[in-house]
């Protein structure tokens, strides 16, 4: 096949009608990249808010140490 038939052949497919099954595989694999997506940021929010609790506990316990020297 030489790249003018390639080339027809490629916009033929983008211009026909899909398919049930087609459409349908194309959503299964958008949820899919959509659920890593938001498992990806649920992991960074988990370890921002450990990040922070860890933080919050030791400020807390460098201003108990300051108050008991005041």
Not at 12 to 32: G, N, P, Y
């Amino acid at each position: 096949m030489n790249f003018r038939e390639t080339t027809i052949k490629y916009f033929k497919d983008i211009l026909r009608a899909k398919t049930i099954a087609e459409v349908i595989q194309m959503e299964l694999q958008q949820a899919h990249l959509r659920k890593l997506e938001a498992e990806t940021a649920a992991e960074y929010a988990n370890s921002a808010i450990q990040y922070n609790e860890r933080k919050i506990e030791r400020l807390k316990q460098r201003l108990f140490e300051h108050a008991e020297k005041s």
